[in-house]
Each structure stands twice: as C-alpha cells, then as structure tokens.
C-alpha cells in the first residue's frame, strides 16, 4: 500500500480523525477508466483562463496510470470547433472532445447549464463500446462529479472523486472583493460527497474538510499526495544561466509570483510586501525585479489591469514585470531563475506550483493555508507565514535580501524535500484506491444480489 494513503488525519477544531492506511478486498486494478474533467481541457496551457494545476495533476496522473497498465480516457469538453473527436495524448491516455454548449466564450460559472449535454456526449462514447468496457470513473472538481454520479450509476461501475476545492472551504477564506461561490455548488458537492465509492484528497487538512464541511464518511476518504514532473523540474545548470536566459540581473533579488491572477491567488499581497520593503530600504530598488508570470481568471477577469494600477499606486511600477502565462519548460526556467517563489493565496488544496519551484532548487514563501504546510517545510525549505499581511511577507523577502546565501542554502533543501513528491508514487497510491473502490463494489453487488 502505498505511504501516500493517509493513515491519520487531524482536525483543528474537532477530535481526530482516523483515515484508513489501507482497504480491505481483493487485488485487481481497473484496466481501463473514464476520467471526467468537464472544465478545463489537460489540452490547455496551464496559467491560461480556468487551466492551473489541476490540469497538470490530470495529465501527469493519467500517463504514470497508464504506464502501470491503466487506460485512461479523458472526457473534456470541446472549446473550439476544430478540435478532433479524439486525441492521444500518451500511449494509453486517450482525450475524448464532447459537444457542450457553444465553444468560445462560455465562463465556469455557465457550466452547470451544459452538464445534461456534456452527460449525453459522455453516454454518447460508452454506448459505442462493448459492455463493461470502463471499470471506474474518475471525476475531478464538482461539476465534472455530477456527471461522474450518473455515469457510474448507469454504467454499474465505482466512483472516485477528486474535490481539488471545495466551495465551503474558499467561502470560510475569501479574499477582499472575492464573490463567494454560489449554493449550487454547495448543493451538489454535497450530493457528490455522499455518491461516490472514494473521495481523494491531496492532503490530511482536506480530508478533515470533507467530513468537517460536507459530513463524508472518513473510511471513504483517501489522502494522495499530487506530484510533480521530477525531470522537467529541476535545478538544472543554475540560477545564474536561468537569468541569463531570461535577460534576468545576475546579482537581483527576484520574488516570483507564478499562477492565475485573480484575488483568490493575492498576487497583489506580493506587490503591497514589496513597496513595505522599498520604503524600509530604497537601496533595493536598484537590485529588486519583481516578476508576474500568468494571465487572469476567475474573478481576476472583471479587472483585469487592476495589478498594474496597483503597482503603479504603490510606487513599483519600474520593478514588477508582467509575464502571460508559459509553457511548463519555460516556467522551470522562470522558478529557477527566482530567489523565491512568493504564494500569499487565501485558498490552495494542495499548491503544486510550490513543490514545482522546490524541485528546481527555489525556497517558497507561503501562506500557512491548505496544502501548503505539507508542500513546504517551514524555515527549511521556505517560510510559512499565517495570515496574509504584506508586512509579514515584506520580513520574510527582508531575509532573503540581507543573506542571499540564504537562497542557495534553502533551495538545496527545498530539491531534496521535492524528491518524495514523485508522481509515480501519487500514481501508484491512486491505483490502490481505485483497487479498493472496484473491491468494495463488487462485495456490495454480491450483497445486493445475494
């Protein structure tokens, strides 16, 4: 059994919880699932729009499932009118493309709408096939759930979900001028919690959620760590040709913040930490970029510019470089280049894009909120700050400043603490759980036929 299925789990604010180390049942894996993932395409470029790390944790999960003899079909919908039906993504990892509402312009918050369409197109597929063709479904975020919930009920097969957020969760932690999520969601996340077989969790703080807020049944829950693309995330050959790479100052303090900018994400409690710091010591200015890689979303939409009048506001124009979003071999480059990767989010199930700057040889300064207390080992591979005021960032980046060998002494660590966050380990705790869930179901089927 895989270490990364949790075998306990701590409330804050309750008893503690027990999560089971392993499941009882027989041994056999799925051989092939379906795996639904209604809003964001593992197509897309990550950073864009909806797309982030969940759309990395789906691609990078699929292809190590696939290469421990696992198929996976990947059912997205369609956001342009020239994609084919189907493409392969990875020997054994097939993206299906389903007719959905129209293609361009349609906002998450639209999607609930299309989900009867999106369950056809997936009916659609499983209908061409032969019986029995997929053993389980995968769902992962809440819309693509209620799909799931239909799908492995007529198809007579388990479900496994993966919340990666929960609405209950962000609106306990909104960020100023955040819009809560709506009581849809609430509404169907609890009936997913109650349907599905197993629900994974990426941390043991996200499990005690799951009971806490939505009353699963912890012997269901399993905890999962994602992982992260060992080879591509590295610290290669340096943070000094990073920088020259990237027309970088060689000697600089370089904060990073890398992600979707939206209040959620609080890419602006960065910037306020940055001004705090300038005003504390002018020197910097001369040694200090502050780059912004990713494009806006979510609420970040409404107001787009809103972090460039910001920085402007605050005086740090000449320092804060606006990047869009990159692909994932540039961002290895952008997180090696970095002295720090700066995450002040309000909200994060696990925050992959931290053990991603880990591995290639970054420290990380977090906020102390979801996943990220497990993702970095505080004052060894970074510092956690709780709360979110830019001065407590602003001492944090102040540390970094007055030592810079605190930067390669802490990136050395934060690689070696990124080496157990491989994915062939989250794909291997996955499968279990998917083993357990095919177990548990065919004891029931035989219980109800018996």
């Known amino acids: 059994m895989s270490q990364y299925v949790s075998r306990l789990g701590s409330t804050r604010t309750g ?8 499941f009882p049942g027989s041994s056999r894996k799925p051989r092939r699932i379906a795996m639904l993932s209604v ?66 312009g349609l906002a998450k918050e639209d999607l609930p709408a299309q989900l009867c369409a999106f369950t056809h197109g ?38 496994v979900h993966a919340m990666h957020t929960m609405a209950k969760v962000k609106n306990a932690a909104l960020a100023e001028g955040d819009t809560p999520e709506p009581a849809a969601r609430v509404i169907g996340e609890t009936q997913i919690v109650h349907a599905s077989d197993r629900l994974i969790a990426n941390t043991a703080e996200e499990a005690d959620e799951l009971v806490r807020f939505y009353d699963a049944d912890p012997s269901s829950v399993a905890v999962v760590h994602p992982g992260v693309n060992l080879d591509r995330f590295r610290p290669a050959d340096g943070r000094a040709a990073a920088r020259a790479r990237l ?54 939409l409404a107001k787009p510019e809103g972090l460039q009048k910001l920085a402007a506001r605050l005086g740090i124009a000449d320092v804060v470089r606006f990047h869009p979003p990159v692909g994932q071999d540039r961002l290895a480059d952008w997180f090696r280049a970095a002295s720090v990767l700066v995450m002040p989010s309000y909200s994060e199930s696990f925050g992959l894009v931290a053990i991603e700057a880990q591995a290639a040889g970054t420290p990380v300064v977090a906020a102390a909120v979801g996943g990220l207390p497990v993702a970095v080992r505080d004052g060894v591979s970074g510092f956690l700050i709780p709360g979110h005021d830019p ?34 380990t989250a794909a291997s705790g996955t499968a279990d759980v998917y083993t357990a869930a095919l177990a548990d179901h065919r004891r029931r089927a035989r219980t109800h036929h018996g």
């Open 39 to 104: 809003h964001t395409s593992p197509l897309h470029q990550p950073g864009t729009g909806d797309a982030g790390g969940m759309n990395v944790y789906i691609v990078e999960l699929a292809k190590r499932l696939a290469a421990i003899n696992i198929e996976v079909e990947i059912f997205t919908r369609a956001t342009t009118g020239s994609l084919p039906p189907e493409v392969e993504l990875a020997p054994g990892v097939l993206v299906r493309h389903v007719d959905a509402g129209p293609y361009e």
């Open 15 to 22: 008893p503690r919880i027990r999560f089971p180390g392993s």
């Open 247 to 300: 027309g970088l100052p060689q000697d600089a303090l370089i904060p990073l913040f890398a992600g979707r900018i939206q209040p959620l994400k609080a890419p602006d409690v960065l910037l306020r930490a940055v001004a705090v710091l300038l005003d504390r010591d002018p020197s910097l200015r001369s040694r200090i970029v502050v780059p912004v890689v990713g494009g806006p979303s979510g609420s970040g």
């Open 391 to 424: 001065e407590a960032y602003a001492r944090a980046l102040e540390r970094f400043a007055q030592a810079p060998e605190l930067v390669e002494r802490m990136g050395a660590a934060a690689a070696a603490h990124a080496q157990s966050f491989g994915w062939d």
């Open 122 to 159: 997936v009916m659609q597929a499983w209908a061409g096939q032969r019986p029995g063709y997929y053993d389980l479904v995968h769902s992962h975020y809440w819309l693509s759930g209620q799909v799931g919930w239909l799908a492995a009920q007529r198809w007579g097969v388990p479900l």
